[in-house]
């Protein structure tokens, strides 16, 4: 199974930033799939999740009504818009996936597979 995360970079404050995660070796529809962020010397923390279908998603209250989460199961590509960034936002986000899961999930410890991260920053 390989989760490749990609699209970070380098972004001004109230920019924008796509990042993509393309799935290998699984059936990606069976998985709920989630977004998750470290910044330096802080823990992992959840950004989003996303169901099997994509008809249902939960975001962090840091990022809610800035970052948007969808997926295309014909492309085994999920991906997360952000808007409006803020310096905050730096981080490495990580994509991660819960195999044959019916219930969305914020915890990380949860979650089953994991991609490499992908680095983005915010400057003001």
């Known amino acids: 199974v390989q989760l490749q995360a990609y699209g970070g970079g380098l972004v001004q404050a109230g920019g924008s930033l796509r990042l993509s995660c393309v799935v290998s070796?699984?059936?990606?529809?069976?998985?709920?799939m989630g977004w998750f962020r470290q910044a330096p010397g802080k823990e992992r923390e959840f950004v989003a999740t996303i169901s099997r279908s994509g008809g249902s998603t939960v975001y962090a209250d840091s990022v809610k009504g800035r970052f948007t989460i969808s997926r295309d199961n014909a492309k085994n590509t999920m991906w997360l818009q952000m808007n409006s960034m803020k310096p905050e936002d730096t981080a490495v986000y990580s994509c991660?996936?819960?195999?044959?899961?019916?219930?969305?999930?914020?915890?990380?410890?949860?979650?089953?597979?994991w991609g490499q991260g992908t680095q983005v920053t915010v400057s003001s």
């Open positions: 991660a996936a819960k195999r044959d899961s019916l219930v969305l999930l914020t915890r990380a410890a949860l979650y089953d597979y």
């Open positions: 070796g699984r059936t990606f529809s069976n998985d709920v």
